[in-house]
């Protein structure tokens, strides 16, 4: 048995996240789930205790015992409900079929729990919707959100920058046409 050696913490030790942290975290573990439902996978567990955050700043998605394969005709059938209460999708809960959209509802748990979600309210609603038709039906359509958000909030950024930029120079110019009298 061999095992990655990991420097960090998970999120929950971590505990709650800037906005802009909030995101990165989200676009890396949206990632994880697209390759882990990309191999015909649902985690079934998505919660702070299961992703850490390495001092690299790159997030790992761990454990997962509980994970089953999606079934061809009406995602993975469970025996019994599995998972943690507080994470779980409405249709892991009532011992129903999942497919990736139950992770999808789970992370929309974890996002909400961890940091300002002021911002991300629309993209995190969605995500939480007790119906999974009116979630986002991927990982990756949920990270293509996350990651306009991101260059939004980036713009808007620059665009603070940039007035402040031309504040200073127009107050320089100023003072050295006063000077220079």
Do not use: C
């Amino acid at each position: 048995l061999a095992m990655e050696f990991l420097e960090g913490d998970t999120l929950r030790a971590r505990g709650t996240l800037s906005e802009s942290e909030l995101i990165d975290v989200a676009v890396q573990v949206t990632k994880a789930l697209e390759a882990a439902h990309g191999a015909g996978m649902v985690h079934r567990d998505i919660k702070p205790d299961n992703l850490f955050l390495t001092k690299q700043g790159v997030v790992k998605l761990m454990d997962f015992g509980l994970a089953k394969p999606v079934e061809e005709e009406g995602g993975t059938q469970q025996s019994s409900v599995t998972g943690t209460s507080g994470y779980m999708s409405p249709e892991q809960a009532r011992g129903e079929a999942l497919d990736a959209r139950s992770d999808i509802y789970s992370l929309g748990k974890v996002l909400e729990e961890l940091g300002p979600t002021k911002k991300l309210a629309a993209i995190i609603g969605k995500a939480l919707a007790d119906d999974p038709v009116k979630r986002w039906p991927s990982a990756g359509e949920l990270r293509e959100a996350l990651e306009a958000a991101r260059r939004k909030r980036s713009s808007h950024a620059a665009v603070w920058v940039g007035g402040a930029v031309a504040i200073l120079a127009i107050g320089a110019a100023a003072w050295w046409l006063r000077t220079a009298n």
